[in-house]
Structure formats: structure tokens, C-alpha cells
């Protein structure tokens, strides 16, 4: 028997705050079989001494470039602990945003795509427009639009890098459809379709 066959399946859903990636991460974790851990961005966070906040939840912009060698050796360590979950035969469902808008390239997804490679590993885009992610924002942290009427910074520059290079094993839409609907998607993907290739690809590219 493949090594791969004895392996849990890790499932990784990368899009912004608010775009539904915890929700759909829980109908997987509820409803998918077998057992399901969940490790990402909230979970690192909670683990994270105070004064090294936010952690991996670190948004855009290159603001606190004190934090982002750690911040690469939390995703490192991360990544490499859902390899030994997946190696004991346990699956993970991974609600992460990756970006690479830090004050350097850090290019942490191809890092992940590397330590995963021996992993059946599939990546998953959590795509949410921006108006839906707002109004989100206002409905759990009051937070919105700037006074003068437009999308704050941050919140701008998470919509255009979370999803570079854009090279995913599948994509949902959670303006369009449910969290119960997208995890539908995503256990048609990995129980039925091929085998996943995002993160190789990602893993060939010269970046």
C-alpha cells in the first residue's frame, strides 16, 4: 500500500479575514469522516505570547517587520506539525491567509508547499468580494469603511495578495454559496477528483 493511503488528508482553506474560511473548516471537522484536527491561523495566534502579536495573523503592509522572522518560524513549525498529525493517519483542515506583503518577500506558501510535498495535501481558495467582507467586518468588529468612504488599506492589500499566485485544487465562492454548500465542493474534490497538484505547481514556480 502507498505510504500516502496510510496519511491523513489535510485540507487547506487560504483566503481573508472574515471570508468564511472558519465556518466552512467547521462544517468539515463536523460532518467530514475520520477525525479532523484544526490548526491555523487562530490556533498559532492563541499560543502566541502577547507582545509577539499578531502573530501569523500579521496583516499586509510590512508593518512590523521585527515580527516576521518569527512569524516564519511559526509558519514553518506549523506546517511541519500537521505533517506529523498527517502521518499518524489524523486529517487537518488548516483556516490560514497566506500573503506575502511583508517589508520582504518571504515566499512562507512555498515553504509550506516544500515541507508538505510527501503530504496529499489540497489547497483550497476561499474567494469572498470585497463588499460581502465588509460588510462582515461591520457585523463582528463594528469595524468599516474609512470616513472618507473607501476600503481601508489593510483590508485592500489582504483581497489583492491572499490569493496570489491564485494556483489552487479547488475554489468557492461564499457570497454565492453556503458553508455547508462549500464544504460539499471541497469532499467532492478530495474523496472524488483527481489527485491534488496546487501546491506542487506552486512548489515549481520561480518566485
Same mark, same amino acid.
Given at each position: 500500500? &502507498?505510504?500516502?493511503?496510510?496519511?491523513?488528508?489535510?485540507?487547506?482553506?487560504?483566503?481573508?479575514?472574515?471570508?468564511?474560511?472558519?465556518?466552512?473548516?467547521?462544517?468539515?471537522?463536523?460532518?467530514?469522516?475520520?477525525?479532523?484536527?484544526?490548526?491555523?491561523?487562530?490556533?498559532?495566534?492563541?499560543?502566541?505570547?502577547?507582545?509577539?502579536?499578531?502573530?501569523?495573523?500579521?496583516?499586509?503592509?510590512?508593518?512590523?517587520?521585527?515580527?516576521?522572522?518569527?512569524?516564519?518560524?511559526?509558519?514553518?513549525?506549523?506546517?511541519?506539525?500537521?505533517?506529523?498529525?498527517?502521518?499518524?493517519?489524523?486529517?487537518?483542515?488548516?483556516?490560514?491567509?497566506?500573503?506575502?506583503?511583508?517589508?520582504?518577500?518571504?515566499?512562507?506558501?512555498?515553504?509550506?508547499?516544500?515541507?508538505?510535498?510527501?503530504?496529499?495535501?489540497?489547497?483550497?481558495?476561499?474567494?469572498?468580494?470585497?463588499?460581502?467582507?465588509?460588510?462582515?467586518?461591520?457585523?463582528?468588529?463594528?469595524?468599516?469603511?474609512?470616513? &472618507?468612504?473607501?476600503?481601508?488599506?489593510?483590508?485592500?492589500?489582504?483581497?489583492?495578495?491572499?490569493?496570489?499566485?491564485?494556483?489552487?485544487?479547488?475554489?468557492?465562492?461564499?457570497?454565492?454559496?453556503?458553508?455547508?454548500?462549500?464544504?460539499?465542493?471541497?469532499?467532492?474534490?478530495?474523496?472524488?477528483?483527481?489527485?491534488?497538484?496546487?501546491?506542487?505547481?506552486?512548489?515549481?514556480?520561480?518566485?
Amino acid at each position: 500500500m &502507498d505510504q500516502t493511503e496510510l496519511q491523513g488528508r489535510v485540507i487547506i482553506l487560504n483566503g481573508t479575514p472574515r471570508s468564511g474560511k472558519s465556518s466552512i473548516a467547521s462544517v468539515i471537522q463536523n460532518n467530514f469522516e475520520g477525525v479532523w484536527m484544526n490548526i491555523g491561523v487562530d490556533r498559532i495566534m492563541d499560543m502566541t505570547p502577547e507582545k509577539f502579536q499578531p502573530s501569523i495573523g500579521l496583516r499586509p503592509g510590512g508593518e512590523r517587520p521585527d515580527l516576521e522572522p518569527l512569524i516564519q518560524k511559526l509558519y514553518l513549525a506549523m506546517y511541519k506539525s500537521i505533517v506529523a498529525y498527517s502521518l499518524e493517519g489524523l486529517n487537518v483542515v488548516v483556516d490560514i491567509g497566506h500573503h506575502d506583503g511583508y517589508s520582504v518577500k518571504r515566499k512562507f506558501l512555498n515553504q509550506a508547499a516544500k515541507i508538505l510535498n510527501s503530504t496529499p495535501t489540497w489547497l483550497i481558495g476561499v474567494r469572498c468580494p470585497i463588499d460581502t467582507v465588509m460588510k462582515r467586518r461591520i457585523e463582528s468588529w463594528k469595524k468599516g469603511y474609512t470616513p &472618507d468612504g473607501k476600503v481601508p488599506t489593510p483590508v485592500a492589500l489582504w483581497q489583492q495578495l491572499v490569493h496570489e499566485p491564485g494556483l489552487y485544487d479547488l475554489e468557492v465562492d461564499t457570497s454565492l454559496l453556503t458553508s455547508e454548500e462549500c464544504a460539499a465542493q471541497v469532499y467532492e474534490r478530495v474523496y472524488q477528483g483527481p489527485p491534488p497538484r496546487a501546491l506542487q505547481n506552486i512548489q515549481n514556480l520561480k518566485l
